[in-house]
């Protein structure tokens, strides 16, 4: 019983980054979907209710959670203390340090994180990650013109420094012929390959390799802008720089605890990429999914998680004494949410715990309810305050 109540207690910390940081986090696939807000929360955690084979008579704690935005990605920084009470030994208490980065594309991703066990040193976890992904970067020509301006060279820039960051990219140009393939005139294909050429030539001179670059002709915009780094609309008479892995899935570095790298397979979301994906599919009318998240907070692979969805909620759909703090960050449509965390490679039928939640389309979250079945505790918001977006030029 005490051996498998300490691995109860471990997992808590475990649920920061993709169970916790479902309170607020967010990616960019694709961001115009959604009205994300930073912000900073605080959140009162207790004892919901226990079993008596349980052992537990209590808990207590706090957590702060601040989630924050960059020009290129999002910023999680979350401390938080749970004490553990038990009917035949002595309480414990876990405090956790957590920061973590990842790229508004979401494709990169570095954490880093201190737990303790009553005062002592119990675990430090950091490393980075990366996912091969699709990246697309469009640039505009002015009317008649294969002259790059200065925003094109930038948008080309950035292209080339993605593609240098990842070798294994294979970068196709891609040109746009302002009518459709089959009735664009013979002037405008010439110049629409012109113009992809101009490109091309650009990359080459910014270090890709010659045979790296190839170009192709499309009738219209890539189902890939969800993986644009670029912020500025581009100008009219586009071109697309496409920059496509030659593998699938991804790698985790760790340098902490010790030095390991682990393989992540196709299909694998970071943190706040999978946050996203949940709102997306509540405002699709989803009811249920399923997809591996990688977190960084154990040396192991993705965890499976699977997420049951209510119906949307309007605002001030919910009982005078559920909803205690007034600000507009909580006056927004939400959803019920019931996430349920397998172990990575387990074909276990029940997950290891679930939390259950009501997160609103800006990415913030109310109470939450965190159950180890024969547990749950609760995380009850406090208080909360907005952020400020960056200023991106």
Same mark, same amino acid.
């Given at each position: ?15 920061? *980054? ?45 957590? !702060? ?11 999680? /920084? ?15 208490? =876990? ?24 005062? /002592?040193?119990?675990?430090?976890? %950091?490393?980075?990650?990366? =996912? ?46 302002? #009518? #459709?393939? %089959? ?18 030539? /650009? ?15 499309? #009738? ?6 969800? #993986? ?11 071109? /697309? ?6 593998? %699938?899935?991804? *790698? ?7 030095? *390991?790298? !682990? ?26 999914? *399923? ?13 499976? =998680? ?18 205690? =703090? ?49 547990? !749950? ?17």
């Amino acid at each position: 019983m005490i051996k498998a109540r300490h691995e109860m207690i471990m997992s808590f910390p475990a649920l920061r *980054v993709t169970a916790l940081a479902a309170l607020a986090a967010l990616a960019a696939a694709p961001a115009a979907a959604t009205d994300i807000q930073p912000h900073r929360a605080l959140y009162i955690l207790s004892l919901g209710s226990a079993k008596t084979s349980s052992g537990v008579l209590g808990a207590d704690g706090a957590m !702060i959670y601040q989630w924050g935005e960059t020009c290129g990605g999002w910023t999680v /920084e979350q401390r938080f203390r749970l004490r553990l009470e038990y009917a035949d030994e002595d309480a414990t208490e =876990i405090t956790s340090n957590l920061v973590t980065w990842e790229s508004k594309d979401g494709s990169r991703y570095r954490f880093n994180e201190t737990r303790t066990r009553n005062g /002592e040193l119990d675990q430090q976890i %950091k490393g980075e990650a990366h =996912i091969n992904i699709p990246q697309s970067y469009l640039l505009g020509f002015d009317m008649g013109s294969a002259k790059l301006g200065a925003d094109a060279r930038a948008t080309i820039e950035q292209a080339a420094a993605a593609s240098k960051r990842e070798p294994s990219f294979h970068v196709l140009v891609l040109s746009h012929p302002n #009518a #459709a393939a %089959k009735g664009a005139k013979a002037e405008d294909e010439r110049l629409s390959r012109r113009r992809a050429d101009t490109v091309r030539a /650009e990359l080459i001179h910014a270090g890709i390799p010659a045979t790296s670059v190839q170009i192709s002709a499309s #009738a219209g915009p890539m189902a890939t802008l969800a #993986a644009q780094e670029t912020t500025a609309k581009p100008a009219g008479n586009p071109v /697309e720089i496409l920059l496509e892995p030659t593998s %699938k899935g991804g *790698v985790a570095s760790f340098s902490k605890p010790e030095q *390991v790298t !682990i393989p992540l397979r196709p299909g694998v979301l970071f943190p706040t990429a999978h946050t996203l994906f949940l709102i997306d599919q509540a405002q699709a009318g989803v009811r249920f999914v *399923v997809r591996r998240v990688f977190d960084g907070t154990t040396v192991d692979d993705a965890t499976t =998680i699977s997420a049951v969805i209510g119906p949307t909620l309007k605002p001030g759909e919910e009982n005078a004494d559920e909803h205690p =703090i007034k600000s507009p960050l909580l006056e927004r449509p939400s959803w019920h949410m019931r996430l349920g965390f397998f172990p990575a490679d387990s074909k276990a039928e029940e997950p290891d715990y679930e939390l259950g939640m009501r997160l609103m389309d800006n990415g913030v979250s109310q109470d939450m309810a965190l159950d180890y079945g024969d547990y !749950i505790v609760n995380a009850r918001l406090d208080h909360i305050e907005p952020l400020p977006h960056p200023s991106c030029d």
